[in-house]
């Protein structure tokens, strides 16, 4: 058993599992008429509403028992204060430095990191506002009218969602393209709609070393040069950022266009950084500010509020008990939210990339679940999808609903529409509809006998599926830093508690390694016989395939 399973915490809370396991929702909800108010918390716009989980006072009391076990508080400090808490890489974890808007001093080994923040912050703003003015000219001396950002993994994801996010406050006179995928597909089809002459490519790469983002980098340099662009001319419209500048001047980047970012960003948590100069340049730098205000809002609340009133806390604490103790493997993540669209794929990174890990940070197997497959779409659309296994597919499938009150496009009854939606979804999973409301429902519909209890069991919904309801204000770009920064807490929470390094990501390593080996070979006309059979016959099928073409 490991140190945490066998822990006072643990075992008080697997003892309570028991007690808890086949208690329903709705007979909590009948015996506590005030449950709402007993498990759900504001902070700032964002309500959660907590309520419709498999909980009682005792199991939440368990739970921050737990956190307390596990030294929570002091991992905070350890966090905020610019500790190398990713051991094995040894650096800090210090994104909320990004978004520190009280400048208070954060230092990684003795040293302020804030001046170096707050220039790059300076220079973001220069330059968007530069570029968003018209006064930043191309080579044909027109202004800029196309952003194409040439990254990956976190140096995509977190800048793509949260500009889709934000649409509403975008700019029409500038669009913001991503190009993320090695499939050259995604950049052609991109590159076709745009002229070089007012186009600005961002090649966002904290290593500057990965290969899809380079590969499509050199693509955009060449396509920028063979349509009339030159080398004199590239420096206008490329820039990097990066933490390898060296790197970025071999490509050709004017090391006075790279914005620059530190080992102590983690890539899935970098979009407060130069990572974030797309969001600046689609809403402006203002709003990118608000961003930020509404991220450090939600750290100041993570890092000072008592932990059962801590929304992140709470949120962490809740999937751990689904996670580690029901066996739920997966979270679903449901915005009722069209511009939320990509918030799914967003948390996806965030939560598998720094969660999914099977040894602790001292490098001991763990006997206990860690990250959830976290997956998910906009409502509605998943219930016209998904939902019935969600409702009936007999698995336990935890989910967060996510949505604003008001809504930026006020079109007829859409909105109402919408989040009614949310809330009868929300209240169907919890309650479910039990045999004795199944067969007045039908007898009621005049059916009966053998026709009824054939069409019965079709019709029972088991209830009990637990959500979280997230209800924002309005998706403006401070509420938005703040769910973002809920969420990267949340999955901070949880590594502290099942003692994994949250920070570090071996786990993409091995793939990358034998990509390069087998690039190189279907490069080569020969047979290849050095990998296990169905590699060997896959690489080979594709060369016999292309040669009967
Ligand atoms: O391969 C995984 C990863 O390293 C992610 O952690 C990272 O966000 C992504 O690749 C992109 O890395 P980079 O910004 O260095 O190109």
């Known amino acids: 058993?490991?140190?945490?399973?066998?822990?006072?915490?643990?075992?008080?809370?697997?003892?309570?599992?028991?007690?808890?396991?086949?208690?329903?929702?709705?007979?909590?909800?009948?015996?506590?008429?005030?449950?709402?108010?007993?498990?759900?918390?504001?902070?700032?716009?964002?309500?959660?509403?907590?309520?419709?989980?498999?909980?009682?006072?005792?199991?939440?009391?368990?739970?921050?028992?737990?956190?307390?076990?596990?030294?929570?508080?002091?991992?905070?400090?350890?966090?905020?204060?610019?500790?190398?808490?990713?051991?094995?890489e040894g650096r800090a974890a210090l994104h909320i430095a990004l978004r520190n808007r009280s400048n208070r001093l954060i230092a990684v080994d003795g040293q302020d990191v804030m001046p170096a923040v707050n220039a790059v912050l300076s220079r973001m703003q220069a330059f968007s506002e530069t570029v968003r003015s018209g006064a930043w000219a191309g080579y044909a001396q027109g202004r800029i009218t196309d952003i194409v950002n040439i990254g990956i993994g976190g140096s995509h994801l977190g800048p793509e969602m949260v500009c889709e996010a934000l649409k509403p406050y975008g700019s029409a006179e500038l669009s913001v393209h991503f190009v993320s995928n090695v499939d050259g597909a995604q950049i052609a089809q991109t590159l076709q709609r745009l002229n070089p002459a007012s186009t600005l490519f961002i090649i966002t790469s904290k290593t500057f070393t990965t290969q899809e983002t380079l590969a499509n980098a050199r693509t955009a340099r060449s396509w920028f040069l063979e349509n009339g662009g030159d080398m004199a001319s590239l420096a206008q419209h490329?820039?990097?950022?990066?933490?390898?500048?060296?790197?970025?001047?071999?490509?050709?980047?004017?090391p006075q266009r790279t914005f620059e970012i530190w080992d102590w960003v983690g890539g899935r948590y970098s979009l407060w950084s130069a990572v974030g100069l797309p969001i600046a340049l689609a809403v402006g730098f203002e709003r990118f500010t608000e961003l930020l205000d509404g991220a450090h809002s939600m750290d100041e609340h993570f890092r000072t509020a008592p932990l059962h009133e801590n929304m992140p806390v709470l949120m962490g604490l809740l999937g751990l008990w689904y996670g580690s103790?029901?066996?739920?493997?997966?979270?679903?993540?449901?915005?009722?939210?069209?511009?939320?669209h990509r918030f799914p794929a967003f948390l996806q990174q965030l939560d598998m990339e720094s969660n999914g890990k099977r040894v602790t940070r001292?490098?001991?197997?763990?006997?206990?679940?860690?990250?959830?497959?976290?997956?998910?779409?906009?409502?509605?659309?998943?219930?016209?999808?998904?939902?019935?296994?969600?409702?009936?597919?007999?698995?336990?499938?935890p989910a967060d609903f996510i949505a604003a009150a008001e809504s930026h496009y006020p079109i007829d009854r859409h909105?109402?529409?919408?989040?009614?939606?949310?809330?009868?979804?929300?209240?169907?999973?919890?309650?479910?509809?039990?045999?004795?409301?199944?067969?007045?429902?039908?007898?009621?519909?005049?059916?009966?006998?053998?026709?009824?209890?054939r069409l019965l069991p079709h019709k029972l919904f088991?209830?009990?599926?637990?959500?979280?309801?997230?209800?924002?204000?309005?998706l403006d770009p401070g509420t938005l830093g703040a769910l973002i920064a809920l969420y990267e807490h949340k999955i901070f929470v949880q590594g502290m508690i099942w003692r994994i390094n949250s920070f570090d990501q071996w786990g993409v390593e091995l793939g990358k390694q034998l990509a390069t080996v087998i690039l190189a070979e279907l490069e080569t006309p020969d047979p290849v016989s050095s990998h296990d059979s169905s590699t060997n016959g896959l690489i080979n099928a594709v060369k016999e395939m292309r040669d009967g073409s």
């Open 325 to 340: 103790f029901f066996g739920a493997e997966t979270l679903a993540v449901l915005p009722y939210d069209q511009t939320l």
């Open 362 to 397: 001292d490098g001991e197997a763990v006997d206990y679940a860690t990250a959830p497959v976290v997956w998910g779409e906009p409502g509605t659309n998943g219930q016209h999808a998904f939902f019935q296994a969600l409702h009936q597919g007999g698995k336990l499938i």
């Open 238 to 254: 490329f820039v990097a950022v990066t933490n390898n500048k060296d790197a970025a001047a071999a490509f050709g980047i004017d």
């Open 462 to 474: 088991p209830g009990n599926q637990p959500t979280n309801s997230i209800l924002l204000r309005k």
């Open 1 to 88: 058993m490991s140190v945490l399973t066998q822990s006072p915490g643990w075992q008080a809370l697997q003892a309570h599992h028991k007690t808890i396991a086949r208690v329903q929702m709705r007979d909590l909800f009948a015996q506590e008429p005030n449950r709402f108010e007993r498990f759900s918390l504001q902070v700032g716009d964002i309500l959660l509403d907590y309520s419709k989980n498999r909980i009682t006072t005792k199991t939440r009391s368990l739970l921050l028992d737990l956190a307390r076990e596990a030294d929570l508080p002091d991992w905070i400090e350890h966090m905020v204060g610019g500790e190398r808490i990713n051991t094995t």
């Open 415 to 453: 909105h109402d529409m919408l989040l009614a939606n949310f809330f009868a979804q929300t209240e169907a999973l919890m309650r479910g509809k039990t045999a004795a409301e199944v067969r007045a429902e039908l007898q009621a519909g005049g059916l009966s006998g053998d026709a009824l209890e």
